[in-house]
Each structure stands twice: as C-alpha cells, then as structure tokens.
T-cell receptor
Framework: DTEVTQTPKHLVMGMTNKKSLKCEQH?????MYWYKQKAKKPPELMFV???????INESVPSRFSPECPNSSLLNLHLHALQPEDSALYLC??????????????FGPGTRLTVT | AQSVSQHNHHVILSEAASLELGCNYS??????LFWYVQYPGQHLQLLLK??????LVKGIKGFEAEFIKSKFSFNLRKPSVQWSDTAEYFC???????????FGKGTTLSVSS
C-alpha cells in the first residue's frame, strides 16, 4: 500500500472558524510533510515531522498548527485563516526525512477555501 | 541556497511529437533529482528519480531523464507524447544535508489530439 490519504477533499471555512485537516499513511514511513500549493505553482513546504517530532517549520503563521499524534497520522489545525490561505494543502510521507535517500509520496490534497 | 529552474512555462505539442522539458539546479554538493507529474485534478505522482549510478533513468509511462552533472541539468524526455500526458510537470531537488525538496516552478504540458 503506497497510499497517503487526506480528509476532507474539500473544505470551505469562514475566517473565524476552527477546522482540521487530516492525513494518514500506513507505509511505516517516519517522516511526514505538509505543503501548500496554489494553482499552477509548485508545492511550498510548510512543516516536516520526523519520528513524530516537528523538525522543520518554514516560518508558517501560527494560525496553522500541525500535530502528529502517532507515526501514521498528521493533522493540520486551522484557526482564523485569511482568504489568501485558500489553496490545495498536500500531505506527503517518506521512509525517512533525509531527502537524499527516500522519495516522498503525496496525498491527493485538501482544497481549502476561506471565505 | 539551492534553486531549481524549469525553463519552459507552457509547452504545447501535438500527439506523437517528442518532448523535452528542461530542468537546471544550483547546488554544489551531491543531490538527488526527481520529476513529479500532476494530472488535472489528481495528486502529485513520482515519474522518475535519480540517486546515483546510470545518469539515464527511466520512469513510468515511457518517460526518461538524463542527469548531466557538468551542466547541473536533469531534463525530462519522452519520444512520443499522448493526449493523456497533458499535465503539470515539476522538477525537484533534494540535497543530502537537507530534509526538504526544492521544487521548480513547473511546466504545463498541453497535448492536442
């Protein structure tokens, strides 16, 4: 099973709402990632978890809060977002966080619209 | 800092035409190279990767890429494209010291039947 699943597929939320995005993989991967992708643009790295610990935060605003409850799950908690945060949010995983050795597997993404 | 350049923003081809998409990176150390594809409405999929060994790598769906170290390039090729190859193509680089992939801006390929 080389699948990364993400829920929900689509999410519309107001600027005062609190919501969460979920990501799951059952490949035994120890590194998980959140990316943000705008239309026709490359993915931009937001966070990296390695062995369930946050190892990289790419200066992401605090209205995005990641959580890794266990090695298979990754959440992204959203609060007080802005319309410019509307994008496709991608989760990825790899066997380890050393990109030299392992490829990343991407999920289908959650398309987020902030109204 | 590392960077990845994809020179072609939008490529339009007819079916059966040959394809070459350029990718150059700037990094002096050892890198690993990837091409990802994103079909309309679908998620990013790995087309092929280069870690070491034979610089000509073959991927899925008839794609191949050649790593030329002296030119810092990793161009993607396909001898004969199909309408179903219409997609966004991203080149990405990972260095041995880092934990993040650096993506190029992407190339939109449109194939007409």
């Amino acid at each position: 099973d080389t699948e990364v699943t993400q829920t929900p597929k689509h999410l519309v939320m107001g600027m005062t709402n609190k919501k969460s995005l979920k990501c799951e993989q059952h490949m035994g991967h120890r590194a998980m990632y959140w990316y943000k992708q705008k239309a026709k643009k490359p993915p931009e790295l937001m966070f990296v978890y390695s062995y369930e610990k946050l190892s990289i935060n790419e200066s992401v605003p605090s209205r995005f809060s990641p959580e890794c409850p266990n090695s298979s799950l990754l959440n992204l908690h959203l609060h007080a977002l802005q319309p410019e945060d509307s994008a496709l949010y991608l989760c990825a995983s790899s066997q380890d966080s050393v990109t030299a050795l392992y490829e990343q597997y991407f999920g289908p993404g959650t398309r987020l619209t902030v109204t | 800092a590392q960077s990845v350049s994809q020179h072609n923003h939008h490529v339009i081809l007819s079916e059966a035409a040959s394809l070459e998409l350029g990718c150059n990176y700037s990094y002096g150390g050892t890198v690993n190279l990837f091409w990802y594809v994103q079909y309309p409405g679908q998620h990013l999929q790995l087309l092929l990767k280069y870690f070491s060994g034979d610089p000509l790598v073959k991927g899925i769906k008839g794609f191949e890429a050649e790593f030329i170290k002296s030119k810092f390039s990793f161009n993607l090729r396909k001898p004969s494209v199909q309408w179903s190859d219409t997609a966004e193509y991203f080149c990405a680089v990972g260095d041995q010291a880092g934990t993040a992939l650096i993506f190029g801006k992407g190339t939109t390929l449109s194939v007409s039947s």
